[in-house]
């Protein structure tokens, strides 16, 4: 049973992963930050990736290039958080949504310096984006998400109290009250044993307003 959300519980620890590029993860995080503010909730940041998720799939040309340039970011994400810790998470991945999302950047080392140097981190860290030294801890906190809620969805994926699943994917970003209201719905349908999907088609683009 999941615990309440009424303002007089104790926080209860969300874990959410998240891969930088995708544009409905990050709506997601900016959704769990304004549940952060109106429900007892407090969020454990942690790495997917897209491109493991999608390594060895047939994929149309378009998106295989996609899934190439999705390596860096993730790999960057993971020596950061093993050099200077779990908290840098979720700065570093507000800056380099920031620029893919909000600003259209790039996903080139120049955009991911940009990012490091404004939570100061070093840059240097970006020399993780061209190496596979980080890909089996990168696995490891793959794993430890999407083994919990199956492999035939994406990011995000949260977690709370032993129950996890995939999204919400919605836009724009819930905010205020609504945000909570929203959490509160999740957790309800997240809770009830044997419920496994409930989804219609998206009828518009990702909005981050």
Same mark, same amino acid.
């Given at each position: ?41 407090? %969020? ?76 100061g981190l070093p840059t240097s860290l970006a020399d993780a984006m061209s190496t ?36 919400? %994917? ?40």
């Open positions: 049973m999941l615990a309440s959300t009424t303002s007089h519980e104790e926080p209860v620890m969300a874990d959410f992963w998240f891969d930088p590029i995708c544009p409905w993860a990050w709506i997601a995080s900016r959704w769990m930050l304004e549940v952060e503010r109106i429900r007892p909730v407090r %969020v454990r940041w942690h790495v997917m990736s897209l491109a493991y998720l999608n390594r060895d799939r047939d994929l149309p040309e378009e998106y295989q290039q996609i899934m190439q340039e999705a390596w860096g970011p993730v790999r960057v994400c993971i020596a950061a958080a093993q050099a200077h810790g779990e908290n840098v998470l979720l700065p570093l991945y507000s800056a380099i949504g920031t620029r893919f999302h909000l600003l259209g950047q790039d996903r080139s080392r120049a955009t991911i310096e940009s990012a490091l140097t404004e939570v596979t030294s980080y890909d089996e801890a990168l696995a490891a906190s793959h794993h430890q998400g999407m083994d919990q809620v199956g492999y035939e969805v994406g990011t995000p994926v949260i977690s709370v109290e032993g129950i996890a699943f995939f999204g919400p %994917v919605v836009s724009p970003i819930p905010r205020g009250e609504a945000a909570g209201r929203l959490w509160d719905g999740v957790l309800a349908v997240a809770g009830t044993d044997g419920f496994f999907e409930l989804k219609r088609s998206r009828t518009r683009d990702p909005l981050f307003d």
